[in-house]
């Protein structure tokens, strides 16, 4: 499994732009699904070309929620690839697309890829079974840590979470994860890499995490 960080508040490959908001390129199983867009398709798009990243390449797009930071992007993207998006049920329809799935309760997407289902009437989180464990994809973890790990541990014991982890001061419900990369609106980002500085990674548009 292979994620590469696109969009971030951070940048962790020189040459690329920071800016308020999240995008990652997750392949996984022979898939290649774009996890949520950014906020600017002019950003995305440039950070994907500078990554050598070909957007139709992309089969997918994975929406976490309707927030202009994950969703900006969008319909420029789809302006160049068309594809199939996956949004939360609370969503509105993009334009565009070329097919729309509603999603409000779990759902396989494919062969051990699945989403969550909206947490708390906002946002979905992307899920995928390894054979290290599940790792977690999260936008912005609005509906809570916690709740996004235990629905995410119905499909087996949690390895990895990556993404935006908002206000999220839990801190002990990380323990047990081998793999955590706090990125884009984290806040307490610097007290989670003190606490677990052995199995936290950092991100920034650029970073490749290998799983």
Known sequence: MKITIIYDNNVYTEGLKSDWGFSCLVEVYGKKILFDTGAEGSILLDNMKKLNIDPSIIEEIFISHSHWDHTGGLSDFLAVNPVKVYIPASFSKP??????????????????????????????????????????IAGCSHPGVREILEKASHFGRVYALIGGLHAFKEFNLLRDLALICPTHCTQFKSEIESLYPDKCVKGGAGKVIQI
């Open 95 to 136: 334009q565009s697309a070329g097919e729309v799935v509603k999603v409000k309760e779990p759902l396989k997407i494919h062969e051990n890829i699945f989403s969550t289902g909206e947490l708390g009437g906002i946002e979905q989180s992307l899920v995928v079974k390894t054979e290290q464990g599940v790792v977690v």
